[in-house]
Nanobody
Framework: QVQLVESGGGLVQAGGSLRLSCTAS????????MGWYRQAPGKQRELVAT???????NLADSVMGRFTISRDNAKNTVYLQMNSLKPEDTAVYSC???????????WGQGTQVTVSS
């Protein structure tokens, strides 16, 4: 199995920055992609950014140029650096790991990010 532990959420003013961390443990060799998703109140969960084991990244258009996803393989950790935050970035951010075996999707517990105007 794989376990994901997130940290780094909080309250920040518009224009500020936060960095989210997601550390994987367990059968991490089964993971081929990790990423961040977010869900704002009353909205569907949406993709924010993903990164593969080879380092290929994908970012949502809404965060392009402001957010960066990276990984530290030695620490089994993926980071989401969020700059120039906007109130519309307010959401619960969840870390996701995609695996080649069941269960194919593993989720972290989620961390709240609140951006005040």
């Amino acid at each position: 199995q794989v376990q994901l532990v997130e940290s780094g959420g909080g309250l920040v003013q518009a224009g500020g920055s936060l960095r989210l961390s997601c550390t994987a443990s367990g059968h991490i060799f089964t993971i081929y992609r990790m990423g961040w998703y977010r869900q704002a109140p009353g909205k569907q969960r949406e993709l924010v950014a993903t990164i593969t084991t080879s380092g290929s990244t994908n970012l949502a258009d809404s965060v392009m140029g402001r957010f960066t996803i990276s990984r530290d393989n030695a620490k089994n950790t993926v980071y989401l650096q969020m700059n120039s935050l906007k109130p519309e970035d307010t959401a619960v951010y969840s870390c996701n790991a995609q695996r080649a075996v069941l269960p194919y999707d593993v989720w972290g517990q989620g961390t709240q990010v609140t951006v005040s105007s």
